[in-house]
């Protein structure tokens, strides 16, 4: 069994910054990427930022320059720090890894974060 729990939303002024973070837990083997991903209301599910096990990375144009992704590989977890938020921004996140495990290799996904950014 693999858990991902996130911590770190919240609701922040544009302009503010917010650290989420996301660990991992279970039966894990390896970590191949693990990432973020974020969904507004009425909106499709899209990718935030990406980073593999080797530690590369890739992120959305419209956070491209005011967020950055890292992990900390010894506690199976994944950071995003964003900065100069936007009410655009405004979503419900997902932690999002692709691993393996004692059931094969398979994507987890979080229970889900909400981010709102308002005056």
């Known amino acids: 069994q693999v858990q991902l729990v996130e911590s770190g939303g919240g609701l922040v002024q544009p302009g503010g910054s917010l650290r989420l973070s996301c660990a991992a837990s279970?039966?894990?083997?390896?970590?191949?990427?693990m990432g973020w991903y974020r969904q507004a209301p009425g909106k499709q599910r899209e990718l935030v930022a990406r980073?593999?096990?080797?530690?590369?990375?890739n992120y959305a144009d419209s956070v491209k320059g005011r967020s950055t992704i890292s992990r900390d590989n010894a506690k199976d977890t994944v950071y995003l720090q964003m900065n100069n938020l936007k009410p655009e921004d405004t979503a419900v996140y997902y932690c999002?890894?692709?691993?393996?495990?004692?059931?094969?290799?398979?994507?987890?996904w979080g229970q889900g974060t909400q981010v709102t950014v308002s005056p």
């Open positions: 980073i593999t096990n080797r530690g590369a990375t």
């Open positions: 279970g039966s894990i083997l390896s970590i191949i990427a």
């Open positions: 999002y890894a692709a691993l393996d495990s004692y059931a094969g290799v398979n994507d987890y």
